[in-house]
């Protein structure tokens, strides 16, 4: 069997939603199980109606029912679609309801998650529906029932077991039945039985979930760019995509930015040893990337640059204690009390400096933190990411990366330890032309770009 998931953006309309169709169509020698995102913008919406709380938010949800009754419409035949209506409108009054609950907090909680997850239950059922027009069976599974997580809100971490025991008893039947079972990704319930989600951009990794517990010989995360390419193509117009990629690769570019995939999606890939191709849903023809544990045929040094915005940098100072034996472990224990991931980190005699991309949190920890150093906290900082296997073989990459920055302040820089990127943090204000000049460097043709780029 094969997993295809197709993101919000494969999603935006009824053509869209046709093309979606014919792909599944196309595939159904290969046993599909479908991932769906939420429909276009939906989750923002979401999100944009919680934090506005139960009044302000009602308008997003007006917002949300209209789009989507457009491209229902336009899609349905009379009967599915009033069958699809009368589903929306239920699941409206249950958004309302969440609303009020939750008022206009904007806290990760279980009402939120809930909220959130109301785009892909939207999805999942009017794909369901549109397939079965378009000569296909198909049943919508609710990933509810499916995907178990820690009990934790805004992203939580699932549970293998649990979640595999879960599928392989209700996916099964409906592949040998020939209905191609339609799910949508993102949305869990906690072990204590309360909605949860797997972050924000998380279909990927309930693709790579489920292709992990059922044993697909494939994933299929269908995009709306032809795979992954050498940089963002909404910033390097001269971005190219790449044939293949290692797991490590694609972890370590999703990691530090590339929104094409979440950073999760790799993991049960890389423990079944399952490939993943990213392919583009608006040009079904074009090769995409092909995301393999070992790639056979290298294709250059660098494969891609990626960035992150709203980084904060954190610089703790300390005379006294740095090289005492404890100190970073001190250090570390005060941002995992906060649950604040750290990204990037490098030290010196006297200063450990740090990355972190939740800027909530911060206040907080500087307190702890100043109670035995001298600790700062400079935000409006992205970090960009050089990566590709090559770079731990190939002597001069670092010097190749910092020439073409000449003139651009960096404020930190990361060898990282797994040796396939070289990162480095700078000013959010110098990040597109850093970006330019890096990929230029790497990408443009001898004599070509890099002139202009500066
Ligand atoms: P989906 O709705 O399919 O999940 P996303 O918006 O999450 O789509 O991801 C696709 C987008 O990721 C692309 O439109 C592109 O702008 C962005 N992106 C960032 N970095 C890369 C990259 N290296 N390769 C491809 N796309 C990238
Ligand atoms: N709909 C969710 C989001 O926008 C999940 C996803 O698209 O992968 O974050
Ligand atoms: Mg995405």
Not at 1 to 19: D, H, N, Q
Not at 121 to 133: G, M, Y
Not at 361 to 378: K, M, N, T, Y
Request: hydrophobic share 40%; charged share 20%; net charge negative.
């Amino acid at each position: 069997m094969i997993v295809l998931k197709f993101g919000g953006t494969s999603l935006g309309s009824p053509a869209a939603i046709e093309r979606v169709c014919s792909i599944v169509l196309l595939a159904r020698e290969r046993t599909p199980l479908v991932v769906v995102s939420a429909i276009g913008d939906t989750t923002d919406s979401l999100e944009e109606a919680a934090q506005a709380g139960p009044a302000a938010g009602e308008r997003k949800l007006s917002g949300i029912r209209a789009r989507t009754m457009t491209i229902a419409r336009e899609l349905l035949p009379r009967r599915p679609f009033s069958e699809f209506v009368s589903f929306l409108d239920k699941l409206l009054v249950e958004a309302r309801e969440l609303l009020v609950q939750n008022g206009s907090d904007s806290a990760p909680s279980a009402t939120f998650d809930a909220l959130l997850g109301v785009g892909e239950r939207i999805s999942s059922r009017l794909v369901t529906l549109a397939l079965s027009e378009c000569g296909g069976t198909a049943s919508n599974l609710d990933s509810r029932d499916l995907f178990v997580t820690e009990a934790c809100h805004g992203g939580a971490s699932p549970l293998p077991g649990p979640t595999r025991r879960r599928l392989q008893a209700a996916v099964p039947p409906h592949l040998a039945a020939g209905s191609i079972p339609v799910i949508g990704g993102f949305i869990a319930t906690g072990e204590d039985g309360f909605p949860t989600t797997l972050g924000r951009g998380g279909s990927d990794y309930t693709a790579s979930l489920a292709a992990a517990a059922l044993g697909a010989e494939e994933v299929q995360i269908w995009t709306d760019v032809d795979g992954v390419m050498s940089a963002d193509p909404s910033l390097i117009d001269s971005a190219r995509s790449l044939t293949e990629l290692s797991l490590r690769e694609a972890s370590e570019l999703a990691y530090f930015g590339s929104r094409v995939l979440h950073p999760a999606t790799m993991l049960p890939a890389i423990e079944e040893g399952i490939p993943i191709r990213v392919l583009n849903s608006t040009r079904p023809s074009a090769q995409g990337t092909l995301i393999l544990p070992e790639p056979r045929a290298p294709e250059g040094v660098v494969k891609s640059v990626a960035y992150k915005e709203n980084i904060t940098l954190i610089d703790i100072h300390s005379t006294r204690m740095l090289m005492a034996h404890g100190f970073l472990a001190r250090i570390f224990a005060i941002f995992d009390r906060h649950e604040t991931a750290v990204d990037m980190v490098s030290t010196s005699e006297v200063s450990v400096s740090l990355t972190v991309d939740r800027p909530a949190s911060v206040p907080r920890i500087l307190q702890e933190l100043g109670r035995f150093s001298r600790a700062e906290a400079s935000s409006g900082k992205a970090i960009i990411c050089v990566v590709g296997e090559g770079i731990r073989y190939t002597p001069g990459i670092a010097a190749r990366v910092f020439a073409a920055l000449e003139g651009i302040r960096i404020r930190m820089i990361s060898l990282g330890a797994s040796r396939v990127n070289v990162g480095f943090v700078v000013d959010e204000g110098d990040l597109r032309q850093a970006v330019r000049r890096v990929h230029a460097e790497f990408f443009d043709p001898p004599g070509q770009g890099k002139e202009q780029s500066r």
